[in-house]
Nanobody
C-alpha cells in the first residue's frame, strides 16, 4: 500500500512561516508529479503548488513569491516552505503524489490525510 504522511502544520501569526513535509511510503516504482492542495472552510480544494520529478514547478498566483515547493526524490518526499503567511492561507493542506507502483501498469494519484494551517491576524 502507498501512503502519504504529512507533517508541519500549525498555528502561526500573520507574516510568519511554516514548512510542510510529506513522505511517501510503500512500494513505488516511480513518483512523477507531487504537489500540495488546500481547502478552506466552505471553499473548494485548490492547487497550491506542484513539482515534477525533474524539478519543474507550478504555483497558484496567490502564493507566488511567498511559497516554495521542493522535493527529495531519494527520500520520496515533498516540502512546502510557506513565508509571509496571511490569514487567507488558513486551510487544511493536502499532499498529493502521482505514483506508479511496482507491478502496476498505470500511475495513480494518492493523497495524504491533510494538515491544518491556521494563520492568525
Amino acid at each position: 500500500q502507498v501512503q502519504l504522511v504529512e507533517s508541519g502544520g500549525g498555528l502561526v501569526q500573520a507574516g510568519g512561516s511554516l514548512r510542510l513535509s510529506c513522505a511517501v511510503s510503500g512500494s513505488t516504482l516511480s513518483i512523477n508529479i507531487m504537489g500540495w492542495y488546500r481547502q478552506a472552510p466552505g471553499k473548494q480544494r485548490e492547487l497550491v503548488a506542484a513539482i515534477t520529478s525533474g524539478g519543474t514547478t507550478n504555483y497558484a498566483d496567490s502564493v507566488k513569491g511567498r511559497f516554495t515547493i521542493s522535493r527529495d526524490n531519494a527520500k520520496k518526499s515533498v516540502f512546502l516552505q510557506m513565508n509571509s503567511l496571511r490569514p487567507e492561507d488558513t486551510a487544511v493542506y493536502y499532499c498529493t503524489a502521482e505514483v506508479r507502483r511496482l507491478g502496476v501498469k498505470f500511475s495513480s494519484d494518492y493523497w495524504g490525510q491533510g494538515t491544518q494551517v491556521t494563520v492568525s491576524s
